[in-house]
T-cell receptor, first 110, second 115 residues
Framework: QQPVQSPQAVILREGEDAVINCSSS?????VHWYRQKHGEAPVFLMI?????EQKGHEKISASFNEKKQQSSLYLTASQLSYSGTYFC???????????FGTGTRLQVTL | GAVVSQHPSWVICKSGTSVKIECRSL??????MFWYRQFPKQSLMLMAT?????????EQGVEKDKFLINHASLTLSTLTVTSAHPEDSSFYIC???????????FGSGTRLTVV
């Protein structure tokens, strides 16, 4: 079953923060986050492994709560380049294949 | 970083014909590649897992005789859409992982339009 992401869409002004949530009905081994620009392939942002870790990459960070089977992506001081659709990809650890979430469309404006 | 090259970027074909899409891992060996399909404004849906030297594993509801996958070497996987129909028009993307525990690298995608 496909992980559910929230919100479905969000519009930000440059410099504002956003949180994107990913919720799975299955136990997870890892969660991946990707950003996709229109007409392009997804670009890998980060991976979080089982253990409830939190990761950061400049102004983008994420957390993984394996007990709740949820992950959140945090975007701080958003930039125009952050615009795109964000997908979480979940891996239950059985076959290393990812099931992608429903997606969150993010638009950053001036 | 790991690079996956996918060709062609776009293709228009007539209904009933077949189309082959290639994915190559340029700087790493990919024993496993994944093929996804994405319809406009929707998420990526896994079609099949391609394993080097063995038969592909298809997801439920994906016709293996229509979507032929060949993974003949550690750097090349191909997806052939046979007897294409307009409903097969979509964005097809492959992906592979260079090392375990890291993210997956995606090819640039192929936009297929069947007319």
């Amino acid at each position: 079953q496909q992980p559910v992401q929230s919100p479905q869409a969000v519009i930000l002004r440059e410099g504002e923060d956003a949180v994107i949530n990913c919720s799975s009905s299955k136990a997870l081994y890892s969660v991946h986050w990707y950003r996709q620009k229109h007409g392009e392939a997804p670009v890998f942002l980060m991976i979080l492994l089982k253990g409830g870790e939190q990761k950061g990459h400049e102004k983008i960070s994420a957390s993984f709560n394996e007990k709740k089977q949820q992950s959140s992506l945090y975007l701080t001081a958003s930039q125009l380049s952050y615009s795109g659709t964000y997908f979480c990809g979940t891996d239950p650890g059985t076959a290393s294949k990812l099931t992608f979430g429903t997606g969150t469309r993010l638009q950053v404006t001036l | 970083g790991a690079v996956v090259s996918q060709h062609p970027s776009w293709v228009i074909c007539k209904s009933g014909t077949s189309v082959k899409i290639e994915c190559r891992s340029l700087d790493f060996q990919a024993t496993t590649m994944f093929w996804y399909r994405q319809f406009p404004k929707q998420s990526l849906m896994l079609m099949a897992t391609s394993n080097e030297g063995s038969k592909a594993t298809y997801e439920q509801g994906v016709e293996k005789d229509k979507f032929l996958i060949n993974h003949a070497s550690l750097t090349l996987s191909t997806l052939t859409v046979t007897s294409a129909h307009p409903e097969d028009s979509s964005f097809y993307i492959c992906s592979a992982s260079a090392t375990g525990g890291s993210g997956y690298t995606f090819g640039s995608g192929t936009r297929l339009t069947v007319v």
